[in-house]
């Protein structure tokens, strides 16, 4: 990034480095402080509403946002530079992540006035947290499957129904629920529609899922038969499949596809700069570091796309493919080449950071969609049946 202005969104590079040393600077402050400990994966398990908060008071939350709605009117490359530095240094930015990064745009885009003036300013604020409710048990990859019913009352309507794996349900005010409003299970991607459904609701059971790592960040939500009002659906009414796709281009495409376990090679890296590295883990840091930064420059291109307003849905399904690829290797790659056991709890901020990656790793090539299934959107994508 040399050049004195990025054609493709008007932001001077100096403009986005002052933004990126007014982010470090805050995060030093907070790390000073001992608000948190860097963690691996933060922006899926490191959920602390007041960090939310304090980040919202900066401007850096709905930052893509126009003002009328409470947000900042800036750039997505400006929201790039916050939240890479964010993972990064693994804050916790857990209890925002969702609503900030797809379910401001779905409602901006898709949502009616008094759902964007109820829902958008408490998003900027980090008051607003919105869980996503698309996976069932029996509907993963296949997500034109699912079997969650929305039935028409007239002034409501009624959900049946259960969903799966709906991060950080437990502390949403929210959830972006698709169901099927017409048709029949075989009618796939037809009949289906999205709600926003208020949280917690009397008829709506929040289940937590424990991982392995002991906690619990996902829930099974059960919808019996939950009745909310007509206004919450969220768009039009059968278009849930199109507008579920535009949020995946959200959900996709951003840097926490690579930047999950960063903190581990930070951390190593100040490791072996106090014990001395070997010849062998100094090639290790080498390698991982010229990935991440390769995959960095991917990332910052598909935002550049965004940011130019197009819709680069194959090139991010390419680098989350690969990005969440490297996350996993790069824990990988560390443990064998430390040699240190990974303990939580302990009181080694190395050793726990490894912890939490090696427990986390299973899911990187899963969510947000599996790498096979983003493997068979790029081989689509150039043109392969
Ligand atoms: C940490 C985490 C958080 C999540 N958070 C949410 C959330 O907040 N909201 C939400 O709605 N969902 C969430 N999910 C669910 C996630 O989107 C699904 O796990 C994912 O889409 C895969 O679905 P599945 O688990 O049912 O696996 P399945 O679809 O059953 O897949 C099982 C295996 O089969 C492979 N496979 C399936 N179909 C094909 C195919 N056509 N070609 C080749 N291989 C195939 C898959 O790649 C995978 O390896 C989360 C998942 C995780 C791990």
């Known amino acids: 990034m040399t050049a004195a202005v990025n054609a493709s969104t008007e932001v001077a590079d100096t403009d986005l480095a002052e933004l990126r040393r007014d982010v470090r600077a805050f995060l030093a402050d907070e790390l000073e402080r001992g608000t948190f400990e860097p963690s691996c994966d933060s922006w899926m398990t490191g959920c602390d509403p007041e960090f939310s908060r304090r980040v919202a008071e900066r401007g850096w939350l709905g930052m893509t946002m126009p003002t009328e709605y409470g ?18 240094a693994g804050a916790p930015v857990a209890a925002h992540w969702i609503a900030d990064r ?25 008051t607003m947290f919105i869980a996503i409710g698309m996976s069932e048990p029996d509907s993963g990859s296949d997500l034109a499957s699912i079997r969650t019913r929305a039935v028409d009352l007239g002034d409501r309507w009624r959900i049946s129904g259960t969903k799966v794996w709906t991060t950080q349900a ?112 100094r090639t290790t840091l080498g390698q991982l570091a010229a990935r991440a930064w390769a ?33 996993g290797d790069l824990v990988e790659a560390i443990r064998a080449s430390s040699g240190t056991i990974a303990r939580r709890g302990g009181g080694d901020r190395f050793a726990t950071l490894l912890a939490g990656g090696v427990l986390n790793s299973p899911a990187f090539t899963l969510r947000g969609g599996t790498n096979e299934i983003l493997r068979g959107i790029v081989a689509r994508g150039l043109g392969i049946r």
């Open 102 to 126: 797809q379910m401001a745009p779905s409602i901006r885009n898709n949502g009616t006035e008094v759902q964007k003036r109820r829902y958008l300013p408490g998003i900027a604020a980090g």
């Open 71 to 88: 947000g900042h009117g800036r750039s997505p490359l400006e929201r790039f530079v916050v939240t890479e530095e964010m993972l990064a």
């Open 170 to 281: 437990h502390h949403s005010h929210a959830m972006v629920v698709l169901a099927r409003t017409d048709g029949q299970a075989g009618d796939r991607q037809q009949g289906l529609s999205q709600f926003i459904v208020d949280l917690p609701h009397s008829d709506i059971e929040i289940r937590p899922i424990r991982s392995i790592d002991g906690d619990a960040h996902f829930n099974e939500v059960i919808f019996h038969d939950a009745e909310i009002s007509a206004d919450a659906l969220l768009g039009q009414r059968g278009a849930g499949w199109a507008q579920v796709m535009g949020e995946l281009a959200y959900e996709r495409s951003g840097p926490e596809r690579y930047l999950s376990t960063i903190p581990l090679l930070r951390a190593w890296a100040d490791e072996l700069r106090r014990s001395g590295a070997t010849e062998s883990q």
């Open 295 to 327: 995959l960095r420059q991917m990332s910052w291109s598909v935002a550049g796309e965004l940011a130019a307003g197009r819709k680069p849905d194959v090139l991010a399904a390419m680098v989350k493919d690969l990005g969440s690829s490297f996350e």
